[in-house]
């Protein structure tokens, strides 16, 4: 399961809860998922660690209604009713009996209580960093004398050289710089670098080359590394699917035509630029991508953290998604376009005549600065803005 299913899915059990306090909810897990993609984890794992959204539904709504008892328990208890005294009854002939007057109990004021934890977590996080700086006193002298601490790791350069013809290229890098670059060879070539610490798996199965880079936990403890760059060969006039996943670093792909295209940017910086593809999807949870002068027929771009960037994007559909970060392209070409934005900005700048556009606006919370109306042709816009904000111009 993605993120944006994830979120999408936890938002809909929440529909017991009010607009303000179902946005914190979401808010609050956006920027869990921002920080934890930022420390390194995977989708996979945070997702794990979130649990379903079900019962993270259900345990938000668990505490609320326990914090809103709590709240009742702790409130001063309610001013007893005054006492009165009905005046002597005075017995008249053929009188109507008198009904005594109805006394209202006033309802309890709720009293809203708010404990100060802030000593607590000044302790806990002293304790912490205590805790943390006894360990490196320990651990590190240990790790070093053994051996095992290296800060300045020697890289040697190696050569793979694929044994097939591949079609399909899937990448998995965590640090330091990685390029392609079209050469006149047969098949796929890659300079890497290597050492014990730092060690790189590549495969080739059914038509797919997957490189994959790993790294010893220990080896970011101390300083910097200078690691030498890897760089990718690809055959001339063979059309590529590429998967690429950058967890950290630096990836730039050559310009050219590809074919599908996914890209998944944790943290660091891709550069996919002067391109055409047949899709184009990409997932921002940390970082930046740019995907400028891009042509493609269907684009996808989900933003959860950090930036994607466009400028001079050409496609059949467009559909970006943002719960966090900033999506911006400017001079968009496209026929379809739809924008959902729960949380951070989009901006859209449209290389058109905004009267050709059939606009469908809906907000419920944060600002948009389209108004629904009905174009002259059958191109849409469609935006939906529940938090943060949405900006679209036209060129005319």
Same mark, same amino acid.
């Given at each position: 399961m993605k993120y944006n299913e994830w979120r999408d899915e936890l938002k809909n059990n929440l529909l017991s809860c009010n607009e303000s306090e179902r946005q914190r909810v979401l808010d609050y897990y956006a920027e869990a998922y921002a920080d934890r993609r930022e420390a390194g984890f995977s989708e996979r794992e945070i997702i794990e660690e979130f649990g379903a959204p079900y019962d993270a539904a259900h345990r938000i709504l668990t505490e609320t209604a326990k914090a809103e008892i709590?709240?009742?328990?702790?409130? *001063?208890?309610?001013? #007893?009713? *005054?006492?009165? @005294?009905?005046?002597?009854?005075?017995?008249? #002939?053929?009188?109507?009996?008198?009904?005594?007057?109805? /006394? #209202?109990?006033?309802a309890p004021a709720a009293v809203k209580t708010k404990?100060?934890? +802030?000593?607590? /977590?000044?302790?806990?996080?002293?304790?912490?960093?205590?805790?943390?700086? $006894?360990?490196?006193?320990?651990?590190? #002298?240990?790790?070093?004398?053994?051996?095992?601490?290296? &800060?300045?790791?020697?890289f040697t350069m190696e050569n793979y050289t694929a &044994?097939?013809?591949? &079609?399909?290229l899937r990448v998995d890098f965590g640090a330091g710089s990685l390029k392609t670059e079209y050469y006149d060879g047969e098949t796929i070539s890659i300079d890497y670098p290597a050492s014990k610490s730092f060690t790189q798996k590549i495969t080739e199965r059914n038509g797919k080359l997957t490189f994959k880079q790993s790294t010893k936990w220990y080896v970011w403890t101390i300083g910097t590394l200078?690691?030498?760059?890897?760089?990718?060969?690809?055959?001339?006039?063979?059309?590529?699917? $590429?998967?690429?996943? $950058?967890?950290?670093?630096?990836?730039?792909?050559?310009? !050219?035509?590809?074919? +599908?295209?996914?890209?998944?940017?944790?943290?660091?910086?891709?550069?996919?630029n002067d391109c055409e593809c047949t899709s184009f999807k990409a997932d921002v949870s940390a970082g930046k991508l740019t995907a400028n002068n891009l042509k493609c027929s269907n684009f996808n771009a989900i933003v959860s953290?950090?930036?994607?960037? %466009?400028?001079?994007?050409?496609c059949d559909t467009l559909k970006s998604d943002v719960s966090a970060g900033k999506f911006e392209a400017s001079s968009v070409q496209c026929p379809d376009i739809k924008t959902t934005v729960s949380a951070g900005s989009a901006q859209i700048s449209i290389k058109g005549i905004k009267s050709e556009y059939t606009i469908?606006?809906?907000?419920?919370? !944060? %600002?948009?600065?389209?108004?629904?109306?009905?174009? &002259? @042709?059958?191109?849409?816009?469609?935006?939906?803005?529940s938090a943060g904000s949405i900006t679209v111009t036209f060129d005319n």
């Open positions: 709590e709240e009742e328990q702790t409130a *001063p208890a309610p001013a #007893p009713a *005054p006492v009165v @005294t009905p005046p002597p009854h005075t017995e008249q #002939p053929n009188a109507a009996p008198v009904a005594p007057a109805f /006394i #209202p109990h006033p404990k100060s934890h +802030t000593g607590l /977590i000044i302790g806990l996080v002293c304790g912490f960093v205590a805790l943390v700086i $006894l360990i490196l006193a320990i651990v590190l #002298p240990a790790l070093a004398v053994n051996g095992l601490l290296n &800060t300045d790791i020697e &044994t097939e013809e591949n &079609t399909s200078d690691i030498p760059a890897t760089v990718i060969h690809l055959p001339r006039d063979i059309v590529y699917n $590429l998967d690429f996943d $950058l967890g950290a670093g630096s990836i730039d792909i050559a310009s !050219g035509t590809y074919g +599908t295209v996914m890209i998944d940017v944790g943290a660091g910086k891709l550069d996919f953290a950090g930036k994607f960037e %466009s400028n001079n994007l050409v469908r606006s809906s907000v419920s919370a !944060g %600002s948009c600065n389209l108004s629904n109306q009905t174009g &002259t @042709t059958d191109k849409l816009l469609v935006a939906d803005c």
